[in-house]
Structure formats: C-alpha cells, structure tokens
C-alpha cells in the first residue's frame, strides 16, 4: 500500500516534463497529494500539495509559476507539470500523502506525509 511516482527523466535547462502518481492498494480519490524532492546531499523538500475534495493547491516558492499540480480521479493519478526546468530542479521525485487535506500548518512537514513510494529521477542539463 504505497505511491508510485514515474515520469522522471533527463531534460535540457527550459524543458518541461509531467510526472506521474499512482497508488498501489488504495485508492487516491479521498486523498490529498504532495509532492516533494531530494536532491543529492540535501535534506527533502516540499514542491506542491494537492488537496482531495477541494481541491486547493500549494507550491513551494521555489517553483510557483513553473510547476502545475493537478489530478484525475477517474485515472486514480496525481500529476506534476514541470515547465521552465531549471538545473537546480535536479532531484529524485517523491509524491506522499497527508490524508484528506494538506496540512494547514507546517504544510510541507514530512512527518504529515506517509506511503511513500520510490522515487523518479529528474536531471535537467543546463
């Protein structure tokens, strides 16, 4: 019972790339989603959160105006649009979730965040 995030890959500095989350023994439709990332010798962070029912959204400042996050609960899937790809969007990618909606406080704490999954590598070349 866990997530799996794919859609990674290598992309030129400006590029963009759409990940994808799935669950495996669960459903995502009651589900909020967020989606994090490490890059090599750094602590995980917070991209995005997307809530369940209402669907609100958040993003770390990092990548607001760039990132989209979305979902298809019809699909049971959670994706991440990644545009403007810059080289310190480098990273493997994480999505997890924090029960039905994401948290109001400390949004991006990892210990509000379970199931997760392996990751997906995304290398953007500059």
């Known amino acids: 019972v866990q997530l799996q995030a794919s859609g990674g890959g290598l992309v030129q500095s400006g590029g963009s790339l759409r990940l994808s989350c799935a669950a495996s023994g669960f459903s995502l439709h009651y589900s909020a989603i967020g989606w994090f990332r490490q890059a090599p010798g750094k602590e995980r962070e917070g991209v995005s959160c997307i809530g369940s029912m209402d669907g609100n959204t958040y993003y770390a400042d990092s990548v607001k105006g760039r990132f989209t996050i979305s979902r298809d609960n019809a699909k049971g899937t959670v994706y991440l649009q990644m545009n403007s790809l810059k080289p310190e969007d480098t990273a493997v990618y994480y999505c997890?979730?924090?029960?039905?909606?994401?948290?109001?406080?400390?949004?991006?704490?990892?210990?509000?965040?379970?199931?997760w999954g392996q990751g997906t590598l995304v290398t953007v070349s500059s």
């Open positions: 997890a979730t924090p029960g039905s909606s994401c948290p109001r406080v400390g949004r991006f704490g990892l210990t509000h965040y379970a199931r």
